[in-house]
């Protein structure tokens, strides 16, 4: 069913830069490619150009795309529309931002095969109910009679794929189509990808950014690295014997070190206590309960020099937490205690000296920077409100934070605007040790990043740990990070705490049975974990027969 | 940046560095702007100048002085012809735009120096005084403008800072909503977020934090609210409540010489461009303000 694609030569720029430099690659029909790769690797920019198109400002300047018979390239712009969607169709990252939410799924699903008269409208939706059942969407028939906003997302993501492949294509370009879920979802959907493009013998390209994804999907891996081909090569040769040596790095981010925590837990004093902890948003009724309960009876206690990760699904309450801690949102219950003394629950009320120690760093960088600010005055500004420093000592203590996070000195003087992300993130982090906190609340500092830019912020806030002795509570949807990172780990469901894991019991059980779900719903570094997985899939739906519609 | 030089050496590069920057930078400013928002900035400048200098540099006031002849063409006595009393046009113009660009710059600067600063008070503040703000200038908004505007000029009679001040007042609520739009935006974001637990006073937040990212909106929005200034004022003339004859500003000069539109004359063109110009140069400026494209290229 499937056609063979062949890229030759395919360069694209934009202005003066180059962002695909002459690629050159074939997939055989019925075969999986993966293009792997840091953002800004030109992925996307790729993956778009296989359909004819370039984002504007963007340019395909030379090369040939064919898929089967046709050059995509060489047609006009009239022909290359009535092949998208028909010869070439693809799923996007975001399938909440790809729906159009006024209209219902089934009109959305059937709506290539109306804009290229394939087929007729009862045919298109039969057709796309037995998409659904192959898909595994939980009642295929009455599915499409709803709207995107009540289904949860990663059933969008598969409803999104329904519609890619209602009209037969010849090759299905897969945009970082998990890369927005969460991990037990992300297992399920994978799933179903899998099976629809293996049933169906159709050629697919993947874009993704995770390594562990890709072995489970691709038969072959190629490695872009700033518009350049690494690497092309088969699955498990990749995975096993990786010839560049950007692949290697890539791989050894994949798979992350345990960091080592430096100071024991159990000798030092207790930092901060949560007691009874509960929290929720909406009006406060007579009993002082809110509308919205977000958080139930936390209970936890954080050593001086300990990092704690608290993980979760989306939803779980893990942010809310943190928010509590910090003095945003005020409990409805329960105490916070740190170091000692009762901390007060509102910012308003709290001291100087008590905020200064307890620094929050967020999840987006590009949001936590004032855009309009210097890196200079982003750090200046805590070291001059806490400690009043000025002139030189503040200029030395700039460069020293600078150099803490192994920074140049030279982006000082820069705006957030013309950093990385990762840049971003350090000057984020450098920003909350500017006060000298005891401490940090990481509020998923990593996700927003690359595996390998994540995997060096990881270390160097490991390595802050050690050095400067501050604590952690490191909140994070990824158990692969928590477990590197944390000494113990909090797990969260629902706004409770389900149980608490030491580092010496990661890998002993019995745990929790949402624990052991969430650590086996993390892709592994290897070909056939989620076939493995699939032999686990009835019991572990057996135990969570619910999970799907909280999803 | 860490030099190991004596601190004479230092503070003597100090002295002698900046100087030739300094020098350079109204230039490399003046070039951020473009050839468009230069062009702005250009008929901008000459119609300052002769709000400024005009009637100084014209040697009598026309105002006063009527001929007989009305409505005439173009000519050497008459550069911009006259009007419907026999007045040079050019007198009258340079004359108004003393009225013009004055009330309107300043009723307009009022509005959205008031606007922005309550609006910022609401965003960064508590639900109370967001509330209280936001109402208050909600019941502001149900007056007709008009209507206020006899109000005010029945009471207090008309002058110019009065209708500066009518005009200003009329113009705040609009701008406080938009403002407001815009600050509770960048308010929820984290950078915000950080500030708030950092300890930082509720000016910091408004003044740091939220001013310097809702400044470029703002002032698009300053040049939509000049024009409409522009309109109301020349809407009062219309009614006699706004400049008072014999003295016009460009917008009554429109209207006392709208019997000159059927013959194409320049006394009714005249005045209608300069109003154009002057819009139309307020908003290349503040479209093309340098700095806009650095930000987003993220240098400074």
């Known amino acids: 069913m499937g056609a063979p694609l062949t890229v030759q030569g395919l360069s694209i720029v934009a202005g003066n830069s180059t962002l695909v430099d002459n690629l050159s ?119 499409g009679s709803r709207y995107p906003h009540q289904v949860s997302g990663g059933q969008l993501q598969r409803l999104m794929a329904a519609m890619a492949l209602i009209g037969d294509p010849d090759l299905v370009i897969l945009d970082e189509p998990t890369t927005a879920l969460d991990v037990t979802t992300q297992i399920e959907v994978l799933r179903a990808f899998r099976r629809v493009v293996r049933e169906r013998r159709a050629t697919a390209v993947y874009v993704s950014h995770d390594l562990a994804v890709v072995a489970q999907m691709a038969d072959h891996i190629l490695v872009l690295r700033n518009g350049k081909m690494s690497e092309l090569n088969a699955t498990e040769q990749i995975l096993s014997a990786p010839v560049d040596d950007y692949t290697k790095c890539l791989l050894a981010a994949a798979r992350p070190a345990v960091r080592a925590s430096g100071q024991a837990s159990g000798d030092s004093a207790l930092l901060l206590e949560v007691k009874e902890l509960s929290c929720g948003y909406g009006p406060v009724d007579a009993k002082g ?51 000692g003394h009762a901390l007060k629950p509102t910012l308003q009320q709290r001291s100087p000296e008590e905020l200064r120690r307890i620094q929050i760093v967020f999840q987006m960088a590009d949001t936590a920077l004032n855009p309009s600010q210097t890196i200079w005055r982003i750090l200046a500004r805590p070291l001059q409100f806490y400690k009043g420093l000025r002139g030189e000592p503040l200029k030395q203590r700039i460069y020293e934070l600078l150099d803490l996070v192994k920074l140049p000195r030279t982006v000082a003087d820069r705006l957030p605007g013309g950093l990385s992300g990762g840049q971003k993130q350090r000057v984020n982090l450098a920003r909350a040790l500017a ?92 070909r056939g974990w989620l076939d493995d997985m699939d032999h686990a899939a009835k019991t572990a739906a057996a135990a969570h027969p619910t999970r799907e519609i909280h999803a | 940046m860490e030099t190991s030089t004596s601190p004479t050496v230092v503070s003597a590069a100090a002295l002698l560095a900046p100087a030739p920057q300094e020098r350079r930078r109204p230039l490399r400013w003046l070039a951020g702007f473009g050839p468009t928002g230069l062009l702005g900035l250009a ?75 309550l609006a910022l008070l609401a965003a960064a503040s508590g639900r109370w005084i967001d509330a209280v703000l936001s109402r208050g200038l909600d019941t502001l908004t149900a007056i007709p403008s008009k209507m206020f505007a006899l109000i005010m000029v029945a009471g ?145």
């Open chain 2, 43 to 117: 008929v901008l400048l000459f119609w300052l100048l002769a709000a400024l200098l005009g009637p100084w540099l014209l040697s009598h006031s026309a105002a006063g002085t009527g001929t007989s002849n009305v409505f005439a063409p173009i000519s050497a006595k008459h550069w911009l012809g006259t009007d419907y009393l026999g007045r040079d046009m050019l007198a009258l113009v340079v004359e108004g735009a003393r009225y013009t660009i004055g009330v309107a710059l300043f009723a307009t600067l009022l509005a959205s120096g008031t606007g922005i600063t």
């Open chain 1, 289 to 339: 309960q809110p509308a919205k309960l977000i958080l139930q009876d936390i209970n936890l206690k954080l050593y001086r020099g300990q990092a704690i990760g608290v993980i979760g699904e989306s939803g779980s309450g893990k942010t809310t937490l943190a928010r509590a801690v910090a003095g945003l949102l005020k409990p409805c219950h329960g105490s916070v205690t740190f170091d």
């Open chain 1, 435 to 526: 006060a000298e906190p005891d401490l940090i609340l990481c509020d998923e500092v990593t996700s927003a990043l690359d595996t390998v830019v994540a995997a060096a912020v990881l270390d160097l806030m490991a390595e802050l740990r050690r050095e400067l002795g501050v604590s952690y509570l490191f909140i994070s949807h990824d158990l692969h990070t928590v477990r590197s990172v944390c000494d113990e780990i909090v797990v969260m469901q629902h706004g409770r705490k389900l149980s608490q894991v030491a580092r010496a019991d990661y890998d002993r059980g019995p745990h929790h049975p949402y624990y052991q779900l969430l650590a086996r719903s993390v892709p592994e570094l290897r």
């Open chain 2, 156 to 300: 207090f009679g008309s002058s110019v800072p009065m209708l500066v001040v009518t005009a200003g007042i009329i113009y705040v609520p609009g701008a406080y909503r938009m403002a407001r739009s815009l600050a509770v935006n960048i308010n929820a974001l984290d950078y915000v977020t950080v500030a708030r637990t950092r300890g930082e006073g509720t000016l910091y937040i408004m003044l740091r934090e939220i001013l310097p990212n809702i400044l470029g909106p703002m002032l698009a929005d300053l040049g939509l609210r000049f024009v409409y200034v522009v309109l109301l004022l020349a809407s009062l003339s219309f009614l006699g409540l706004g400049i008072q004859p014999p003295a016009a500003d460009w917008g009554s000069l429109v209207r006392e010489n709208i019997g000159a539109l059927a013959m194409g004359g320049a006394s009714v063109i005249v005045p209608a461009l300069a109003i154009a110009s002057l819009t139309i140069a307020v908003n290349l400026v503040i479209d093309n303000l340098p700095g806009r494209a650095a930000r987003e290229r993220g240098v400074r």
């Open chain 1, 25 to 143: 690659f074939s997939v055989q029909p019925g075969e999986v490619l993966a293009l792997i790769g840091e953002s800004g690797s030109g992925k996307t920019t790729t993956a778009l150009a296989l359909m004819g198109y370039a984002r504007s400002g963007c340019r395909i300047s030379a090369g040939r795309v064919k898929i089967g018979e046709t050059d995509v390239l060489a047609l006009d712009a009239a022909r290359q529309r009535s092949l998208r969607g028909r010869t070439v169709s693809y799923i996007a990252q975001s399938a909440a931002a790809s729906f159009n939410p006024s209209r219902t799924i089934m009109d959305q699903v059937v709506e290539p095969t109306v804009i290229h008269g394939l087929c007729k409208r009862a045919e298109a939706e039969a057709k796309a109910v037995q998409l659904f059942r192959e898909l595994a969407l939980p009642d295929p028939d009455n599915i």
